[in-house]
């Protein structure tokens, strides 16, 4: 009898320890366990130890038939996933319960809503999904993969735009479709550079060429337009971004098409034409007949290694700090944004000392920061939660696959305040939710001089700034050292690999021979 799939996840995460990225880089993958499947407790559980399983991150797959029933208080069947029998039958309240306290507890498990990701599934005869990339962003079916790229939204404002007005207006829309264009024509050449490490994957990723174009610098663009994060205003024009920016890439795959022909699953995909298309179990189109190169176009990634590399914000995260201390050569110097500071200077209420207690302090709310400042430079932790997720959600409506996006807790938001979450989650038709409330476990990546241990007692300031230090200050001169560390083992790896090919090949034999015999 098999011991189920927690027992086989720890198999994989050691085998995962082993061989780390990098030989430094904790490994990526994710679990996602269906909300029907037997041993569903056990699966939400496997992560309250946070020293377990720590190469794993796992989400739930609510099925609407749990959701249906979380909501009307009833219970829910289990199923076999081998038989495809009812096994069982558990409380959805209960059961919801739990993820909820798990992810208030250490923001695991997140959730992804499988129904909702599989009402859109572009080539539904190839199979269903399952499963997630280790971040959410992307659904995959088996031996499914997709590259990924991302347009820096911050590099779209118009130089010569005042906040204040039409903020359509200070976007150069012209600028950002060539960039699509351009990126998506690069991500399909990708599909065809790539070598694969199994014949199934290569046929699959040549059958349906997904992709997954996305932004960064999202919370970049909105400051330098003037505009909240957390503001219907804010919202809005992430709905008009993602939805540009969407259409444009669907335009950029038609023009592939036509020179290039529409991947070989077309036909029978949600955009063939009507006579062949994969419909809605009701009968309708999913979506209108596009003769496209790729099934799938828009991701929306979290970019944290590539966003640091460009220097803007993450994703569609909001900013996570204005300033930090930065240690330079054994010196704390305050590191600030640098569009806080170009403004302050404009504004004239510029202060080498007001820097300095923003960096330590990990806010902006002192007396000389104007009010709208504030209100436009807002970090992850100032914004409430629902406006998280009411972002998230504006840029779903315009996103093929799914978004990586979490939505941030303070130390002391209550199991109720997640759960509220979730729910309007689904109910925005989010494809999925991730959360994590500040300090709920040690040794979090990000933290600012607010950030409280996980114990009874805060934690003194200089603990906090010496945190922030270690894991966000250094982020940059983290990841250039461990490169160049990285470049340093590969050579001295192919220096040994030539001596000792050199001291294996044999000598030869000298055209004469010299000396005397006795």
């Known amino acids: 009898v098999a011991s189920g799939p927690v027992s086989f996840m720890t ?128 659904p995959l079916l088996p031996y499914d993969v997709c590259n990924l790229g991302s347009v820096n939204l911050a590099k779209f404002v118009k130089e010569d735009y005042v906040p204040g007005a039409d903020p359509a207006q200070g976007v150069d829309w012209d600028s950002l479709a060539q960039a699509v264009h351009l990126s998506t024509h690069f991500l399909d050449n990708v599909i065809d550079v790539n070598q694969y490490p199994l014949p199934a994957i290569t046929e699959l990723a040549q059958t349906i060429r997904r992709i997954g174009l996305g932004v960064m610098g999202w919370a970049d663009m909105l400051i330098a337009l003037g505009i909240a994060y957390d503001s219907p205003e804010g919202v809005e024009m992430g709905r008009k971004v993602m939805g540009f920016l969407n259409e444009e890439a669907r335009n950029a795959s038609e023009r592939l098409a036509e020179t290039r022909d529409a991947f070989p699953a077309w036909e029978e995909s949600i955009w063939g034409p009507d006579d062949s298309c994969a419909r809605h179990p009701a009968g309708h189109r999913i979506r209108p007949m596009r003769r496209l190169r790729n099934c799938n176009l828009t991701t929306v990634a979290p970019t944290g290694t590539i966003s640091i590399f460009a220097g803007c914000s993450g994703g569609i995260e909001p900013i996570f700090a204005v300033a930090f201390m930065r240690n ?85 938001a209550s199991e109720q305040d997640v759960r509220k979450i979730y729910e309007l989650a689904y109910e925005l038709d989010c494809k999925g939710v991730t959360v994590y409330r500040d300090g709920s476990r040690s040794g979090q990546v990000l933290s600012t001089g607010r950030t409280e241990k996980s114990g009874e007692e805060p934690v003194r300031s200089g603990a906090d700034v010496a945190q922030l230090e270690e894991m966000l200050a250094d982020a940059r001169e983290l990841l250039h050292v461990r490169s160049l560390e990285l470049e340093q083992i590969h050579i001295e790896h192919e220096d040994r690999d030539l001596t000792a090919a050199a001291s294996r090949h044999k000598r030869q034999r000298p055209t004469m021979l010299r000396g005397r015999t006795l």
């Not at 300095?356 to 430079?377: S, Y």
């Open 11 to 138: 198999l994989y995460d050691a085998s995962t320890e082993v061989v780390k990225q990098g030989g430094t880089r904790r490994g990526a993958n994710m679990g996602i366990l269906r909300v029907d499947h037997p041993d569903i407790r056990s699966f939400i559980t496997c992560k309250d130890d946070t020293s377990q399983i720590t190469n794993f991150n796992i989400s739930v797959a609510l099925t609407g038939a749990f959701m249906q029933a979380v909501e009307a208080g009833e219970s829910y069947d289990l199923v076999s996933p081998k038989s495809g029998e009812v096994v069982g039958q558990e409380d959805a309240r209960e059961v919801f319960d739990m993820i909820v306290h798990g992810a208030w507890k250490t923001g695991e498990p997140g959730t992804f809503f499988i129904d909702r990701a599989n009402a859109f599934n572009p080539v539904p005869k190839l199979g269903s999904y399952e499963a997630t990339n280790p971040c959410g962003e992307q």
């Open 328 to 412: 330079q050569a054994g010196a704390l110097m305050p590191d600030v944004n640098p569009q806080f500071v170009a403004r302050a200077k404009a504004e004239g209420w510029y202060s080498e000392d007001l820097m300095t207690r923003i960096a330590e302090d990990g806010h902006i709310h002192f007396p000389e920061v104007p009010a709208e400042v504030q209100e436009v430079f807002k970090t992850a932790h100032d914004i409430p939660p629902e406006w998280h997720v009411r972002m998230q959600a504006a840029f779903q409506e315009h996103t093929d696959s799914a978004i990586s996006k979490t939505t941030n807790f303070p130390r002391e």
